[in-house]
């Protein structure tokens, strides 16, 4: 949680986000670094062109991110990390660290790990049912699937499903975690539930499936959990997590904040039919346009607050020359309101139609991942026991 | 965690019990209630006789002891729970609610679950080594089997073993316990590990693994955890659990505190040869006798004080005339202490061995309680789905 006294305009915790984010202050409070340029440019020795949510800075902090290239060029390799609270349908602001962990794996060519936080989800609300969330769950398992990871490098496991394996390293990792640390850093206080409590120790195991670095991809409000791994891993004889840091995509209905479930006006799910696309998007999506055509075509808009071109620029329009073609016009007045949305909703739709004939493909191949790939059949073999050799 | 503020002179929560325990106190604190000899009577009616922990108010104390006998007269059954932290060898004290259980489950025929909390033992001590905690499980799952319940209606689990049936319903558990209910009735600090708060769930959900009642016998430091059991229990739909209490061995040292495996002076383990069970009578048993012989002759022996009386009168002589005969013969001064520590020494050796032949003869059967006896086979093919019927 961030405590500054002179400004509580904004409380980040892996639960909450509240309030306009400020990102620099972040960085500075979390104690992350920028991706700077150069950093960005180490990844073109791998890759033709660097994707698009690192180009834009969507990707924009990291944690020793130089020290899991290093690695790399020295031969010793490294892992991949992420995660999905299912407590929900997914919109696309989830998908977007997904998207990008697939593309670290194929230009890399390593393991992926992506734990479905069942337990976290039904812990944390009191409402939640545990069969909507395991349905929730499955439901995301298919859409994680779907953008294609390598069925033999990828492990995707329900908490509550792999428990068996992860348990043991949780009651290792909780040993280390005091009640004073896990308030100061997760913000819990006497109404937290027990076993909202106990978690952290789950998402923080998987840092320890190999011995090699982790890379974990992933939006700022998860780094609380890095910073107790980054405390303990070496006491274990284990390097300390890395960690690549996104912002959060902003709802349609203004930059400030981030896309969430329950405000469902402001998300686009990966369910949304061709027609609730244009409907959001025409009702909801912030603009930053003049009231009228005249008053827009003698001003201009202001892209920096509108939704619309936000999008475009996160994700949605990844040529550089055709975005700054976009920028300019819409500044200018040329491009009205309606004909940025109606670019982005043809975008956007295109982009669901595609993920959603691949969701459908990969129904039958899902078990790959879950259970009989070569990296998920070794998991549900191993033994974490050497994790016991106490250092 | 016992609050007094007049009186500070012991502690109770499930891990520590300091000083001289005043068991009336207790009762008062907690809530619960005396045995009446007008209860025990009940158990005539299923029983030739009372068993001597019975007969001797070792168990002294019961919540809803009464609904469970009303249940089983009314022809709907009840169930046993007890459980054994695996933290070390087994002492006599740790075997008594074992052996008491056992005489429950001939008397009424009735499902025994057993529940060996690896976790529990691991997240308690900073120190404590996985592999030794499992070793010790290993070993003391040997020691209660030994004892004789039904293959068939008995189902010994290790928590880390059993976990992916037990952590849905610890979740479900964890949810009704929040920080400040957890730490007022465990005594929870700042400096308490995750594992360890998180832990209660664990050992609370077994109380729901049937519809019926749950009695558990367990010594009085456990009741912390049946506190939290029966303030939510109905609202899972499930009955409180009914408990039945037993104060604590005392150890050779003295009667006032609490057999400890951490001071191995004061305890009998069951592996103990029996020149080690004469030295440690010998050495430790403290003596309610005179200084010197004559002295005893003249003015005789004090047997509410002498450790070696109290653990024939506890256990070790189950004959009322035989154990009242010794009362007043070493009241009197009949008795020597040396004497008695004789007859306690020889008492305590054909136990052990008895336990030992039995341990042996049980170790290809152990299978039967852990996986596949009737009981044991049905828990691991069940899944609790059901309990999550939200009410």
Known sequence: MIKNEKDVSFKITPWEVEGKVNYDRLVKEFGTQYITENLKKRFLKYANALHVLLRRNVFFSHRDL???????????????????GPSGKMHIGHLLPILFTKWLQDIFDVNVYIEITDDEKYVYSKDAKWKDIEKYADEN????????????????????EYIKHLYPLALKVSKHINLSMARAVFGFDTTTNIGLIFYPSLQIVPTFFERKRCLIPCAIDQDPYWRIQRDIAEKFGYHKASI?????????????????TSKPEGAIFLDDAPDDVERKIMRYAFSGGQPTIELHRRYGGNPDID???????????????????????????ELLTGELKKYLIEKINVFLENHRNKREKIRDKVDKYLYDGKLAKKMWEISFEDIFTER
């Open 307 to 333: 939704v619309s071109y936000q999008w475009l620029y996160i994700f949605f329009e990844e040529d550089d020359d055709k975005i700054l073609e976009i920028r300019e016009k819409y500044s200018k007045g």
């Open 141 to 160: 398992i298919l859409d994680i699937a779907a953008v294609g990871f390598d069925p033999n490098k990828t492990f995707i496991f329900k908490d509550s």
């Open 244 to 260: 690549i840091h996104s912002i959060f995509l902003p709802p349609l209905t203004g930059i400030d904040s981030k896309m969430s």
């Open 66 to 84: 130089d020290k899991v290239l290093d690695d790399y060029d020295k031969g010793k390799g490294f892992f991949l990390y992420t995660g999905r």
